[in-house]
């Protein structure tokens, strides 16, 4: 949603003719942009373009000035885009700005019964927070590059500006560097980028206007690391990537470590152009230098009271190396540190109250709490967590300016490439949307109908936000028709937050097939969101609006007799056995909505004990099954409790 | 279907520890084609591969000879399976059989209740047919490199082993030539194939088992060639790729035309390594001949009777040309003449009675009658029809050994890179049955089982006649939801054969958007397809089958009740304007089969006028609406007959 939306009479058709021209600061890159936003206008609308040599262009661009070589944070992103019924026109300062009004046009483009066409506007735009990001951890599982690029693409459509790169982790190392070349050759399964890879993705990125930061996360987190270098560990080791035992951690306490990050900093502050170098810090478990009489005997003759002090002093070191390469230092929570100079970034985890102690501090700060699309909320619990509220709500406009924005995070324990799109998409779109928007831009209603459109849109970018899940849900089922498996799919969702796997399950094994129900359906079910809508309005009508019953009708019939068509298939594969008792559920849902249509029809309240044994039914239901949840129980429990008399 | 399968006990579990080793001839391309194997069993199973090292290979694979450098006609594709509880072998006289023997072994991985496996069987198995190919047209709607690589995907996966490259026609001219530039710098639009392009996909086509062979049709479907070099066209000109007015051809009497086709045509034989060229041949339509003064005057002065011989003097010197270049040359139907060499091979597009008599001549020939994917033809119409059948059963055995097979062809007037998928796929793997399995193998049931499994198996590929249609209906919906548009879009089918277009309509727009309904819907529709089997099962039960019954009451219920819910979105956007009168057809089929459906419940025939009544309604719903067939039309008609006491 833009800053500031002005409603004009009438529309600009889109038709055959349509074209866009160039004025004003003109390059290469511009004209990439501008035939990129064209492919890709007619694409969504299946028109391919002839334009009369020597029309007036249907859009006029202009730009006073290009972009930097090296997009900065800050760099003027604002444009103005009118449209009349008779032309468009956007201005910008920068071409960086032409790029995100290019995509509100995309936006704005829609068919209407007489065609397709832009409704007249005049929008004038800037986004609210500078730093707008998407942190992809490609360390748990590796994301080829074809498949980071179509997410580029993604974000770029919601004028997101940074891909956090969690490039090291535990589970791999996946950057080769040719200084110490055993980093990727033992800590990688052979799953890394090349140098020339990062280079290319870089340009692509550039290309549409997206910062690609880099993450190295030590001391802790970097057990990968330690495949090919043991020396650099605070343990004895060996070390596998499968990992068990205690987390390594990197030794603080030698000269060894440091010389080591020298010449590795060097090298990959080369590679990555970006002013600012992630280097992690979060989550160190002590426990190996607990363990190691060296380290503990360092901290003491340091006059350190503990580990927290040794990571500190870690991080003092870390700092003059990042900066001695010209960089600004970013880590999580867990860095800040009053010896820290004022410059580095706080990236936090742990929430708002984090990020307005830092700004108290006088330390810049992005927020990632509440934005981990990993932990599977709906959309709009994402969108309703502010930079700036809770506790940074109280600082001082000083403070309050060195809020710089957030960044989403899609950690990588549970996907795969073919189903990482749609757990960042499209709910990505709602946070991007949280990060550029003004503060007011809160109606969740209006937020989801534009986050379906937008999810629409991505589909002509090649993101399988979509289309991955009918493959998916093919091959659990072989041969079998899956109409029966998708009603069940697309009233499900992964259980929320860490609750997939706890410790008693012993280390999670990165190698096994996510190929299961829950590896396939959406981190958000609209046709729960939809069918609870209806059942609110019924609710709300005192049970009387009869358009929402018959619909409400038509999907408890659906799933009544679901279980029904899906029986045999499930019976019959391996991945769907685990799926049957939902499937059961599901039925046992539509059955107790539909009897409690009926009493409410009859308008006589049903009795106490048929109420009581649905509502064990209900809770039966809501329990979880397979690591997924029914996300219908609850309105159907609506309608059982309003049968009875309560809401009436 | 195998020549021969033999079915044993138990089955071959297909877990992490899968791998596969070669042992006999081995070169990179052996062991690229078993990467690919192997990649492609991971993307189906979604189980990533981590096998053991130094373990016992799960499947054995031994080739006792390579591969030809150029693919021949005929080279060896014969090889044996043997697949037990314990492991598989799989065994081939060349590495071109090894390429056919994996397609199998991945046809016959599949999930059970245990886990993914492959069951115990043994194969031995050779092509009953040495030429089994897919001629795309890319001259009417240009299809890039990638599209056709992705379908070179699919044709390797049902052994199909030639791709027909239709590269030039009147609409746009496709090859690079580095001799002639003005081909595509004016004829293409500059939609064309650079020769490193060309190179590379006859490497991709080679590693995959299948020969390439280029076709540029003359001296008819030329236009394209004119508007570079319109001294070689038998009228005035000047050309445009719009066309308009009549037909160009170009001029077989002028010497310069032949110097023009021996620089081409051994440019072209250089970039083509397959033995065999293409030169089209066919629909010359005389008109430009007759009109041409020069012409008739050669005409009569070389003792020729009419155009006809014209086309045959033109066809020997061409021939001569190609054999220079050590090609072979092959051509539709009209080409055959006595004069003409019993090397060529003639293809027909007539019918099976054109490829006897070619074959009593002495000349080869390929059925391609029968196989226009353009007509939109069930699988089972194109299943049927056999190129041995008709005239061609009849001949001795040495003329039937001149029918060397067949190829399906993809013409381009109606298909788009967006929808060309799902007009060539899953129907191609039915002929693609037809020319591998033994003509025994004729069970249409049978067929479509394999032929859906083998749907699903090419999702993995990346082809996208599936994943398209979703797209391209939201794309019509806007931002409604397309459930209803769905069921609409399921039991509708394009008109048949050329009924989409007529000439009073005037020429083809080929620059105009393929955005309609009847761009997005198959070919052919699964649903009326099940729905008719559903309608037979229970009539021929003597209406009594209550199980069938059921299920037709759930379609014919939902059918009814679909208009009420896609009315408004039919309204609301200029793409399904067109489809409102099918969906009311659709609800009143719906409405109608249920009315039958409880006469027959009350064992009492339906009223005649009730019955007139409806069989008018079932008469409309059968005329073409927006260019398409509502296909559940007939079944219903069975049931409101059956009703009426009829059948009974």
């Known amino acids: 949603m833009p800053a500031s939306v002005q409603t004009g009479t009438g529309q600009l058709p889109i038709t055959q003719s349509f074209s866009a021209a160039v004025a004003g600061t003109r390059d290469a890159a511009l004209d990439g942009t501008v035939q990129r936003f064209v492919t890709q206008l007619s694409r969504q609308t299946g028109i391919p373009f002839r334009p009369k040599p020597g029309a007036t262009a249907t859009l006029q661009i202009h730009a006073d000035h290009g972009r930097q070589a090296v997009q900065k944070l800050g760099e003027d992103e604002s444009y103005e885009l009118t449209v009349t019924d008779s032309g468009a026109k956007l201005t910008a300062s920068t071409s960086l700005g032409v790029l995100r009004g290019l995509q509100t046009f995309l936006q704005l483009a829609q068919i209407m019964p007489t065609g397709f066409a832009v409704p007249a506007v005049t929008i004038k735009d800037q986004p609210r927070f500078p730093w707008r990001g998407t942190l992809i951890d490609v360390?748990?599982?590796?994301?080829?590059?074809?498949?980071?690029?179509?997410?580029?693409?993604?974000?770029?459509?919601?004028?997101?500006?940074?891909?956090?790169?969690?490039?090291?982790?535990?589970?791999?190392?996946?950057?080769?560097?040719?200084?110490?070349?055993?980093?990727?050759?033992?800590?990688?399964?052979?799953?890394?980028?090349?140098?020339?890879?990062?280079?290319?993705?870089?340009?692509?990125?550039?290309?549409?206007?997206?910062?690609?930061?880099?993450?190295?996360?030590?001391?802790?987190?970097?057990?990968?690391?330690?495949?090919?270098?043991?020396?650099?560990?605070?343990?004895?080791?060996?070390?596998?990537?499968?990992?068990?035992?205690?987390?390594?951690?990197?030794?603080?306490?030698?000269?060894?470590?440091?010389?080591?990050?020298?010449?590795?900093?060097?090298?990959?502050?080369?590679?990555?152009?970006?002013?600012?170098?992630?280097?992690?810090?979060?989550?160190?478990?002590?426990?190996?230098?607990?363990?190691?009489?060296?380290?503990?005997?360092?901290?003491?003759?340091?006059?350190?009271?503990?580990?927290?002090?040794?990571?500190?002093?870690?991080?003092?070191?870390?700092?003059?190396?990042?900066?001695?390469?010209?960089?600004?230092?970013?880590?999580?929570?867990?860095?800040?540190?009053?010896?820290?100079?004022?410059?580095?970034?706080?990236?936090?985890?742990?929430?708002?109250?984090?990020?307005?102690?830092?700004?108290?501090?006088?330390?810049?700060?992005?927020?990632?709490?509440?934005?981990?699309?990993?932990?599977?909320?709906?959309?709009?619990?994402?969108?309703?967590?502010?930079?700036?509220?809770?506790?940074?709500?109280?600082?001082?406009?000083?403070?309050?300016?060195?809020?710089?924005?957030?960044?989403?995070?899609?950690?990588?324990?549970?996907?795969?490439?073919?189903?990482?799109?749609?757990?960042?998409w499209p709910r990505n779109a709602a946070i991007a949307e949280r990060l550029w928007s003004p503060l007011e831009v809160q109606d969740v209603a209006s937020m989801y109908t534009r986050m379906n459109a937008v999810s629409l849109d991505l589909e002509w970018l090649g993101l399988t936000h979509r289309s991955a899940r009918p493959r998916m849900l093919h091959r659990m089922a072989g041969a079998a028709d899956i109409t029966a498996l998708r009603n069940l799919a697309d009233v499900v969702e992964p259980v929320k937050d860490y609750n997939r796997w706890d410790d008693a399950k012993g280390p999670i094994d990165f190698h096994a097939p996510l190929t299961r129900m829950i590896d396939a359906v959406y981190p958000e079910s609209d046709t729960a969101r939809r069918f609870s809508d209806l059942v609110q309005a019924f609710v709300q009508s005192g049970f009387s609006d009869r358009a929402a019953e018959t619909q409400i009708r038509m999907w408890l019939t659906t799933w009544r007799d679901n279980d029904l068509r899906l029986h045999s298939v499930l019976d019959q594969t391996f991945l769907l056995r685990e799926d049957e008792p939902l499937s059961q559920d599901l039925s046992a849902l539509g059955a107790a909505g539909l009897q409690a249509l009926d009493y409410l029809d009859k308008a006589q309240p049903a009795p106490d004990a048929w109420k009581t044994q649905q509502l064990a039914v209900i809770e039966q239901a809501k329990a979880r099954k397979a690591d997924l949840l029914l996300m219908v129980a609850a309105p159907v429990q609506q309608l059982v409790e309003g049968s009875a008399g309560q809401h009436n």
């Not at 035992?245 to 440091?258: F, L, V």
């Not at 994402?382 to 809770?390: C, E, K, R, T």
């Open 139 to 424: 360390s748990r599982h590796f994301i080829p590059i074809d498949v980071l690029k179509r997410n580029l693409d993604g974000m770029a459509a919601v004028k997101m500006n940074v891909l956090h790169w969690h490039l090291s982790d535990d589970q791999g190392f996946r950057v080769e560097s040719k200084v110490f070349p055993k980093l990727t050759g033992m800590g990688s399964d052979e799953m890394f980028y090349t140098q020339e890879e990062i280079r290319d993705l870089i340009t692509y990125a550039h290309d549409r206007g997206i910062r690609v930061m880099p993450e190295f996360d030590i001391p802790g987190h970097s057990r990968s690391w330690f495949l090919g270098y043991p020396e650099l560990s605070s343990g004895a080791g060996p070390y596998t990537l499968e990992g068990g035992g205690i987390d390594p951690i990197m030794d603080p306490t030698r000269e060894s470590t440091y010389k080591f990050l020298e010449k590795f900093i060097a090298e990959m502050a080369k590679l990555f152009p970006d002013a600012y170098f992630h280097i992690g810090g979060d989550e160190v478990d002590g426990k190996q230098w607990d363990a190691n009489p060296q380290i503990q005997a360092f901290i003491h003759a340091h006059g350190m009271k503990n580990n927290q002090d040794l990571q500190a002093y870690f991080n003092q070191r870390l700092q003059k190396i990042v900066a001695k390469n010209h960089k600004i230092m970013v880590g999580w929570d867990e860095i800040l540190h009053p010896d820290l100079p004022k410059t580095i970034i706080v990236q936090s985890w742990r929430g708002q109250e984090s990020l307005a102690a830092a700004a108290k501090q006088g330390y810049s700060g992005l927020l990632s709490f509440g934005y981990y699309l990993d932990l599977m909320w709906p959309a709009a619990r994402h969108y309703a967590v502010d930079p700036m509220s809770g506790a940074a709500a109280t600082l001082a406009p000083e403070e309050k300016s060195r809020i710089l924005g957030g960044e989403s995070c899609q950690w990588a324990e549970w996907v795969t490439p073919e189903n990482i799109d749609s757990h960042i």
